[in-house]
């Protein structure tokens, strides 16, 4: 009996807090900053490429589709215009061109729902009509080919920011999770940074090095984005984002758009990751050709240390640490929701889970104003600084004709 007394008011004010983030979510677009549904789409396996056949319209097997995204209450989404580094197939700008094709045609399918947008008052005007603004990011600087040109053409297919790299170092820039070759940015780097900012595409600076982030903020015309890392500090994952950086991201009015990927939010996940990934190669090492004598070898060590599992607490400590470090106004949200595969924190399944969020953040003190910040004023902000900043630069700097054979070649003029 005086369990359940207990229990009533516990779950009335889960209820409350829940109540009050969908009332909330309907005054302020709730900006994601990363879904990874156009390569979901290419890499189907009953219908690959096929937009039509993957069908937004029913429950798909993923974590999106138009209903799910209706009960979370997002108002706009950046869908990410990903591509491998790792291979180029026949041209890395093949396979771009490609997964702009699949999401233009994703938006267009779903007129009543999505809203191809290019700028924040496109994402307005969008939420006001009660559609979802739907914005591209380009995820990896791989793509461009060392090409101003190409980065400008990626623009005008709509692309609104682009990450620096993506889990391979460049010819120009160092990834947080491969060897570092340059100390940085190099000069064409600095050059992409340069002409991005004078175009008005932000600069993402997730899964960079620390010293790519650091080399950016120094010479930034406008504020930066990650479009989906979460604090170094709770989690040692080389993805998440430093203090040294947290603390200059209010000169430069940037965002961290909190991601939700298990590894990334929760220590215990990213060590026991590490632990599987030692035992992979371990096992690997030890059967050479015998790969079976591999699996199961992994197999036995995962059912002997079962994976811990994230939860929506998780993600809120690594708001709250944001907040805390670089203050309210450079928090965001960057789920990477159809990228992060099929285990996700509790809680936060797929992109109906949007309101639980923001219910723990209210059960948690937050006030109505903040909330607001971090569901999508910071990145209106961030978005409209950068169309500001293009528009002084466009006035007074053409479009850069440098090349990187010109700027990092050693001796070259």
Known sequence: MALGLLATPVLAQEDAALTHARALLKTVPLIDGHNDLPWEIRMSETAPMDVQAYNLNVQTHGNTDIARLRAGEVGAQFWSIYIP???????????????????????????????????????????????????????????????????????????????????????????????????????????????MNRLGMMVDLSHVSPAVMSNVLDIAESPVIFSHSSALALTGHPRNVPDSILKRLPKNGGVVMVTFVPPFVSARVFLWSSARDSVVQSAIQAAGADSAAARTQVREWVAANPRPAASVSDVADHIEYIREVAGVDHIGLGSDFDGMGPITPVGLEDVSRFPDLFAELIRRGWKDGDLKKFAGENMLRVIRANEATAKRLQASRPPSTKTIQQMDTPGAS
């Open 85 to 195: 580094g790792e291979d180029k197939d026949s041209g890395y700008a093949k396979t771009q061109l490609e997964e702009f094709d699949i999401a233009r045609r994703m938006i267009a399918m779903y007129p009543k729902d999505l809203q191809f947008v290019t700028t924040a008052d496109g994402i307005v005007q969008a939420f006001k009509a009660g559609k979802i603004g739907s914005l591209l990011g380009v995820e990896g600087g791989h793509a461009i080919e060392n090409s101003l040109g190409a980065l400008r053409s990626y623009y005008e297919l709509g692309a609104r920011y682009m990450t620096l790299t993506h889990n391979v170092t460049l010819d120009w820039a160092d990834a947080a999770q491969d060897t570092a070759a340059h100390g940085g940015l190099t000069p064409f780097g600095r050059e992409v940074v340069r002409e």
